[in-house]
């Protein structure tokens, strides 16, 4: 049987949409994801100056999983399973986490970081999550919010999936309101970060939507207010690094 030909390349005008939430924008996540699934880590840590492991490990932290320590945990947009990964090898943690992202080859990426009695991959959207009402613990999404299609209905889904008192933590990329670092923020992220990205994972767009999806996202005290609309109690944040990331967290009434 001939090889199925190659998707046409993503031109940079529907990365542009996609980054604004555009219609564009659930294939183009899912396709770009999947294509740079085999450099993901190692991108990741290069281009954040292995700053990211340390925001990751203040987010599982957020969670307050110690409440519950043999409970069932969901990592949102999983990816590679980093933060699923980094809870379940927490001391104490006897519970279990399902990761879940709906770019296949991101999770298959992550495969072997943990055991898949304590950390599943499953194949799912955000917006419709194969989880029964009230049965997680808790939830956390690393990096991973800004790229659903529909943030407000993310939000009401995980919340659906959470039992009452338990949290979600939200660490994802924001703005630096001062002047200065915002410069320097911006230089790097809308310059440096594209070139290097797309010379170390050969794809062309991926790393030019990363900012323009930040620059599209809503800033901290926007997307407080959008998760207590969502039905989040106790909403609180915390910028880290100056304003580069920020960690949200809410908690199911």
Excluded at 64 to 74: D, E, F, N, S
Aim: aromatic share 8%; with cysteine; hydrophobic share 50%.
């Amino acid at each position: 049987m001939p090889a199925e030909p190659a998707p046409p390349p993503v031109d940079d005008a529907v990365a542009r949409a996609a980054a604004a939430g555009g219609a564009e924008k659930r294939a183009y996540v899912q396709r770009i994801f999947s294509e740079i699934a085999p450099r993901y880590d190692l991108l990741n840590h290069v281009l954040s100056l292995n700053v990211d492991r340390r925001w990751r490990r203040r987010a599982v932290a957020a969670l307050a999983w110690r409440a519950h320590p043999a409970g069932a945990y969901l990592d949102l947009c999983a990816g590679t399973l980093d933060v699923g990964a980094m809870l379940v090898r927490e001391r104490g943690f006897a519970g279990t986490v399902v990761g879940a992202d709906f770019a296949e080859p991101m999770l298959r990426a992550g495969a072997g970081k943990a055991p898949r009695s304590r950390l599943a991959p499953v194949t799912a959207d955000a917006l419709s999550l194969p989880l029964a009402d009230d049965a997680l613990a808790g939830a956390i999404v690393a990096f991973g919010i800004r790229n659903v299609a529909d943030l407000d209905a993310a939000l009401r889904e995980v919340l659906r999936v959470l039992r009452p008192g338990a949290r979600f933590v939200i660490l994802e990329f924001s703005t630096p309101r001062s002047a200065l670092v915002r410069a320097g923020y911006h230089l790097y992220f809308h310059h440096v970060l594209p070139l290097v990205g797309r010379l170390v994972s050969g794809h062309e767009t991926a790393y030019s939507y990363l900012p323009r999806s930040v620059a599209h996202f809503p800033v901290e005290e926007e997307l407080a207010a959008r998760m207590t609309r969502a039905g989040f109690a106790q909403v609180r944040w915390e910028s880290l690094s100056l304003g580069i990331a920020a960690i949200h967290v809410g908690e199911k009434r």
